[in-house]
């Protein structure tokens, strides 16, 4: 059996393993540091920042291993490759984050209301030394982060860091100058504001992927209309839309066309008609969609028709 190609209209992944690779390592050193600097000076900000941190780095391996994964040949057993493995990764994420961000939360309500002793000038150094680390990782994904969607959500997570970095050294400062310990437990709360958000929207991107959902900013029914506006076309059922992985939404259709289109061998133009419909017209351009042409006496012979 000959081997399955790729089609040429599937997005190819070509992420820099070498950029993400080099910021992990980056990101890595940095949480070790500030859960260490969080433990000795009692910094719920710096914790907060190193929870937020930690997510980073997971998501720094899952991007390296869905870049690998994505490279992977299509077979007969995996027909799209392992392109979907991202979305796995974004869902895995979106979970870490929003229970760092609740833990986190939960413990800075409880400092607020009992107070705790922090260590100011310790925060304050990791603090400079967490934006520092941040700017490096911001400026070696720069280059890349138009590239593919791992690049722009690695970059994303970085600059994410890098205000929660900025919270730490602001607490810092008014720990410092004030005395009030609280504003500790303050910037790890507005940290908090920033990730728990974040989580749930990641969240719910990725299990719409996983449950086939209908793209958000693609209406079907006026995706039905325009394919009914078609030369030829006389119904369209068996209507699908979903997203295999990131940049890859598929469409597919049943299409009744009329006797007289079947017998002048017009089905031809008809198709052409389709790909060129969903691939233009709509927000979400559809490249790889698959069209079933049948005739209208066909949808009988068919065992579970639907929409």
């Known amino acids: 059996m000959p081997p399955i190609h790729q089609h040429s209209h599937i997005p190819a992944p070509g992420a820099s393993r070498g950029r993400l690779a080099a910021v992990l390592g980056l990101t890595a050193g940095v949480l070790v540091a ?3 600097s969080a433990a000795l000076t009692g910094s719920l900000a710096l914790l907060a920042d190193a929870g937020h941190m930690l997510t980073d780095v997971v998501g720094l391996v899952m991007a390296l291993v869905a870049a690998h994964l994505s490279t992977r040949p299509v077979t007969d057993r995996s027909t799209w490759g392992l392109r979907r493995a991202e979305i796995l990764g974004a869902a895995l994420q979106a979970a870490l984050l929003g229970t760092v961000g609740v833990v986190v939360g939960v413990r ?20 400079v030394i967490g934006l520092a680390a941040n700017a490096v990782g911001l400026l070696l994904l720069s280059g890349g ?12 997570e970085v600059a994410n860091d ?3 970095s900025v919270g730490v050294i602001v607490a810092a ?22 990730i728990v958000p974040r989580a749930f929207s990641l969240l719910r991107t990725a299990v719409g992927v996983l449950m086939e959902r209908t793209p958000e900013a693609l209406d079907l029914a006026e995706v039905r209309l325009h394919l009914l506006a078609v030369d030829g ?3 369209v ?20 066309v009329s006797d007289a289109c079947l017998a002048q061998g017009r089905t031809g133009e008809v198709l052409d008609a389709l790909q060129a419909c969903v691939a233009e017209h709509f927000p979400v351009h ?4 698959t069209f079933q042409l049948e005739p209208a006496g066909h949808r009988a012979h068919e065992h579970a028709p639907c929409a």
């Open 237 to 256: 059922h068996d209507l699908h839309a979903w997203t295999v992985a990131s940049g890859l939404p598929v469409l597919t259709a049943h299409v009744v």
């Open 286 to 289: 559809i490249e790889h969609a």
């Open 34 to 36: 500030e859960v260490v």
């Open 145 to 156: 982060r138009n590239g593919n969607l791992n690049m722009r959500a690695a970059f994303l």
């Open 233 to 235: 076309v006389e119904q």
């Open 162 to 164: 890098a205000l929660g």
């Open 173 to 194: 400062a008014v720990v410092a100058l004030t005395g009030w310990a609280r504003a500790d437990a303050v910037a790890s709360l507005v940290i908090v504001a920033l």
């Open 108 to 127: 800075a309500v409880i400092t607020l209301v009992g107070g705790a002793e922090v260590e100011a000038h310790g925060m304050l150094v990791m603090g």
